[in-house]
């Protein structure tokens, strides 16, 4: 068969998956550096990935658009992280336990709210086929690119120009690195940080509604399967790096597609072992970055994780 | 509607320096007063002194100057000019910054975009472009320059402050009140800060008023000289027509001086020996290097340095706090990992910095802390059964002993003031057999009565036979306290002198790094 690459399917699907599944990765990382840049930590995104699924895909099925769809899902994002930094504002709550929280009451509204939408098909958002060029089928697919993750790598070049040169941008970072510096210049810490998570909040919910209005394109409970929970943890091995975000999800990407990649060219053995390969990164790559005896390098200064 | 801010009809303030005086100042917080009836004047172009103890003042009436207090009564001409200032955003659109005893800058941005975002003007999108062409400019202006480029967290001490100073002159300030501004600093970049903030000051560009403790700074950098005591100015005039003895006298007043330590004895066995230790510094970036330390029976080896040259670590390794990647540390010859048993045995009691953190359990009562080292001791036996009587007899005796004022014996410990936290640690450490006593920064933040008495404590136990090793940022307390001194700097032991021969400069140098 001509079509028939041989291993050479394996390098191609994961370029595919690594576009196609790092979406919601990037968006999740990305509202989290942003938040985390503030000083203060949302572990609450899982929940809020989930309720943007969630309230994208009904959104999606009422409507019959999947742009009304996506932003009903960073409204819901915006107004679930808006929650997590009022709370976190008042005194002696801790931001991790909130977060967890948070978790559990986003992903309890999302199916509760959401048993109605399991069944009902939502329109799927447009893809853009940039591998027209190629007569390969599977290179066609593999490049068949969503417009959200071009939106997604605008958005991480804009946020990491942002923080360099906006006021804006400069004010999250001061904010997020010494408040006492911060209200000595006359800021006030907890409305930054606040707004940062909510901002935070709506990117995760746009990476929702690009799981369930995408890929895998459908609502159903399991559908974030703990994306949102990494992308958390990839933050950190991104360094709070916007653009580090963007490889770091890419890279988790490509390694959740390795799996499904090896079973598709016939590999019967074991395949099913590579589907844990993002877990095992993650875990991986947490473990080479951490160290008991040093601070994290390019640490928020008032992040609680790492004070 | 705030009224405006300079009478209208009068002619602007004029450009350079600024005179600022205080008129009556007077603050009072409920029944007490803190601040009462003091006045102050600051000619345009000079560098003016504010001396006073712990407590007396001194940061009110710069608050109340700033804006961030309001004063029950006095007034404030600025210019010559009566001025109401309601907030310190007041003060600083009339010209008047402060440089806080702690760094304000961010450490994660860079020199630049510190000073880029503390205008008030910074615009939305910020042109760097044009932005380092101004701040080149700028600083071309001025007698020292710090890297633009370079995050805030790698510059050194001296450096930031410098920074902080330029800081406030990019910002258009022309009266600057420098509160301890050395206090981070070694000598040598001290007089280098001073050096070029009083050459501002002579070029009529800023007038300065410094709060200080520092005799040396003062009759060195200041033109004229006003002394707090208790919230009272009790003595004002130029610095050349006053000795040091006459500040001394008019800061203390009536209450009798620190007198120096009596001392008795003779170094006798080593106890305590450090060969070749490594160990990773908190960044992990550095290492620190202790190839040798001995700490010998009936002496004080103190250990001077600028914060953040390895003694904190030095300090955690000799707690069992941090590892070590070779080397050994042995007590009396037998090697010691400073777990509880080894200290039992071999008497190493510790004093570390900041006690409440480290050496309390912050909501325990006093007398529970204080039976930290004994509760499970029996005579020289174990006990499993505690014995809450004999605890609390223990305790209350400690507590009266060593005056330790607590609102009860079983009020938490992180109820009382620092000195009586420092106070109740020491009960517990020196009560006992101590064999070797090792110190960090036993007298920060105290009261000057605490730091006589915790000083009498430590040279008394010296006296009596232990080994103290002494760890301090305050070199004057090194210098008072030690029979042998040593000098830490970048994280190995850079100097060792005997006390008696000891040299203020050259410590100096080696503290900043300058062997």
Redesign the interface.
């Known amino acids: 068969m001509e079509n028939d690459l041989g291993l050479w399917a394996v390098p191609l699907a994961v370029v595919g998956g690594a576009i196609r599944v790092s979406t919601p990765i990037l968006f999740v990382s990305l509202g989290e550096t942003l938040t985390e840049r503030s000083g203060r930590i949302n572990l609450g995104l899982e929940g809020t990935l989930v309720l943007g699924a969630m309230t994208g895909y009904a959104t999606a099925v009422l409507t019959g658009s999947p742009w009304a769809g996506v932003a009903v899902a960073a409204l819901a994002g915006a107004l679930f992280g808006l929650l997590h930094g009022l709370i976190c504002s008042m005194g002696r709550v801790n931001d991790i336990a909130v977060g967890i929280a948070m978790m559990l009451l986003g992903t309890g509204l999302a199916f509760y709210f959401g048993k109605p939408y399991i069944q009902p098909a939502a329109p799927d958002l447009p893809a853009i086929p940039l591998g027209g060029w190629s007569s390969l089928p599977q290179v066609r697919s593999a490049l068949n690119v969503n417009a959200l993750f071009l939106i997604g790598i605008a958005a991480a070049l804009a946020l990491a120009w942002a923080l360099r040169s906006t006021r804006p941008g400069l004010i999250l970072r001061v904010v997020g690195d010494s408040t006492d510096a911060a209200r000595a210049m006359g800021l006030n810490p907890a409305l930054i940080r606040t707004g940062a998570t909510a901002l935070g909040g709506a990117f995760a919910g746009i990476g929702g509604a690009y799981l369930s209005l995408y890929y895998p394109g459908s609502w159903n409970e399991g559908i974030s399967s703990g994306q949102g929970l990494m992308a958390v943890a990839l933050v950190i091995f991104a360094r709070w790096s916007p653009i580090n975000c963007l490889w770091a999800a890419l890279l988790f990407g490509g390694a959740g597609a390795l799996g499904p990649a090896l079973q598709s060219v016939g590999v019967t053995q074991g395949y099913y072992l590579f589907y844990a390969a993002p877990y095992v990164l993650t875990l991986g790559v947490l473990i080479a970055t951490s160290s008991p005896s040093r601070a994290l390098a390019g640490a928020p200064g008032e992040l609680s994780i790492t004070k | 509607m705030k009224p405006p801010l300079h009478i209208v009809g009068a002619e602007p303030l004029p450009e350079g320096a600024l005179a600022v005086e205080t008129l009556g100042m007077t603050m009072r917080f409920g029944s007490f007063t803190a601040l009462d009836d003091v006045s102050v004047k600051v000619p345009a172009g000079t560098f003016h002194a504010l001396l006073g103890e712990n407590g007396a003042g001194k940061s009110t009436l710069v608050k109340c100057m700033m804006g961030f207090y309001h004063a029950t009564a006095g007034q404030m001409l600025i210019g010559g000019r009566e001025a109401v200032i309601d907030d310190?955003?007041d003060a600083h659109a009339l010209g008047l910054g402060m440089v806080?005893q702690?760094f304000?800058?961010?450490?994660?941005?860079t020199v630049a975009?510190n000073l880029?975002?503390?205008r008030h003007d910074?615009?939305?999108?910020?042109d760097?472009g044009r932005e380092r062409k101004a701040l080149a400019d700028f600083m071309a202006d001025m007698p020292f320059r710090v890297p633009l480029d370079q995050p805030v967290m790698r510059l050194a001490a001296g450096e930031k402050q410098k920074l902080e100073i330029l800081k406030q002159l990019y910002l258009g300030r022309r009266f600057l009140i420098l509160d301890e501004p050395t206090s981070v600093l070694t000598p040598d970049e001290a007089d280098e800060v001073l050096g070029h903030v009083r050459a501002l000051c002579s070029a009529g560009k800023i007038s300065v008023m410094m709060i200080t403790h520092k005799f040396r700074e003062v009759t060195a950098y200041a033109d004229d000289v006003s002394v707090l005591r208790r919230g009272r100015l009790v003595g004002q005039g130029h610095v050349r027509d006053l000795s040091h003895g006459d500040m001394a006298a008019m800061m203390i007043g009536a209450e009798k001086p620190l007198a120096p330590a009596a001392r008795a004895g003779m170094a006798g066995a080593e106890v305590l020996r450090v060969a070749g230790v490594r160990a990773?510094?908190?960044?992990?970036?550095k290492e620190i290097a202790i190839d040798d330390l001995k700490v010998r029976a009936g002496e004080i080896v103190g250990i001077a340095g600028i914060s953040g040259n390895g003694q904190m670590e030095l300090m955690e390794v000799l707690t069992g706090q941090?590892?070590t990647s070779a080397g050994s540390v042995q007590v009396k010859g037998r090697p010691y990992h400073a777990t509880r048993a080894e200290s039992q045995a071999l008497a190493v009691r510790y004093l570390p910095e900041e006690p409440l953190k480290n050496a309390c359990a912050g909501r325990l009562s006093v007398v529970e802390n204080i039976a930290f080292r004994s509760f499970d001791r029996n005579g020289t036996g174990r006990r499993f059964w505690l014995s809450g009587a004999e605890m609390r007899q223990r305790g209350e005796d400690l507590i009266a002993a060593f005056k330790v004022r607590t609102a009860s014996p079983d009020a938490p410990i992180a109820s009382l003031s620092g000195g009586n936290v420092q106070r109740a640690v020491l009960a517990r450490e020196l009560t006992g057999k101590v064999d070797l006593l090792i110190i960090s920064n036993p007298c920060f933040g105290l009261d000057f009565s605490a730091v006589a008495e915790i000083r009498a404590r430590i040279v008394a136990a010296r006296n009596a036979g232990c080994a103290v090793l002494l760890m301090s940022e305050d070199l004057d307390e090194v210098v008072d306290l030690s029979d042998r001194i040593l000098v830490m700097s970048e994280g190995r032991i850079a100097h060792e002198v005997a006390a008696a021969e000891a040299d203020l400069a050259t410590i100096g140098h080696h503290m900043g790094g300058h062997g």
């Open positions: 310190p955003r806080y702690h304000t800058l961010v450490p994660s941005l975009e880029v975002i503390s910074t615009p939305r999108v910020i760097w990773r510094d908190r960044s992990g970036l941090r590892a």
